[in-house]
């Protein structure tokens, strides 16, 4: 069954550190795999994607790591702002069936 | 990349009334569109997979006579909140998926905030 875990679901971290957030996931065929940043009231927006063949993919403090052998990936946060407080999702696509599955998402909150 | 356009962005309604929102992907066709539905300070709660051309299908706990989806066209899916009451008060967000030969990828509206008075 294809299926896409997130953890934890909830993190509150004091600003200025760093954080992991982890996504698991028993998408197959795996194609791509895609973190999203949903701030509270606002649609989702596109952090990073990565395909099968990439294992390390930066934008700005954040990097999402993916091993597609473990079917593991994360997404580290590297000193927080209290901007970085929002809903982030986990979101895989399989390269057959044309299937996308959502994780429930991780509520990451920032405190000063 | 790809454009889903969700509309409208906000709305406030008399209690048993009904709201129409809608979602179009602009650039690309989707056979395949999800609804979610997000409260204050919780993550997306996935309510129903819209798919073009059949009935949509619902996830345990949500009526389908209240919430009604249709999506009659590849580029639009609607979802009408039927006879609304003030807990249907919430944000409710589409996502529109983008097949291609090797990828595919899901595009999110803006989302739609719902206030039923």
């Known amino acids: 069954k294809n299926q896409v875990e997130q953890s934890p679901q909830s993190l509150i971290i004091l600003e200025g550190k760093n954080c992991t957030l982890q996504?698991?996931?028993?998408?197959?065929?795996?194609?791509?795999l895609r973190w999203y940043k949903q701030d509270t009231g606002r649609g989702p927006v596109s952090l990073t994607i990565m395909t099968f063949s990439e294992n390390t993919k930066s934008n700005g403090r954040y990097t999402a790591t993916l091993d597609a052998d473990t079917k593991q990936s994360s997404l580290h946060i590297t000193a927080s702002q209290l901007s970085d407080s929002a809903s982030y999702i986990c979101v895989v696509g399989a390269s057959s069936a044309s299937k996308i599955i959502f994780g429930s998402g991780t509520r990451l909150s920032i405190r000063p | 990349g790809a454009v889903v356009s969700q509309h409208p962005s906000w709305v406030i309604c008399k209690s048993g009334t009904s709201v129409k929102i809608e979602c179009r992907s602009l650039d690309f066709q989707a056979t395949t569109m999800f609804w979610y539905r997000q409260f204050p300070k919780q993550s997306l709660m996935l309510m129903a997979t819209?798919?073009?051309?059949?009935?949509?299908?619902?996830e345990q706990g949500v009526e389908k006579d209240k919430f009604l989806i249709n999506h009659a066209s590849l580029t639009l899916s609607t979802l009408t909140v039927t006879s609304a009451h003030p807990e249907d008060s919430s944000f409710y967000i589409c996502s529109a998926i983008k097949t291609g030969l090797m990828n595919t990828e899901a595009f999110f509206g803006q989302g739609t905030r719902l206030t039923v008075v």
């Open positions: 996504c698991n996931y028993t998408v197959s065929p795996f194609s791509n």
């Open positions: 819209s798919n073009e051309g059949s009935k949509a299908t619902y």
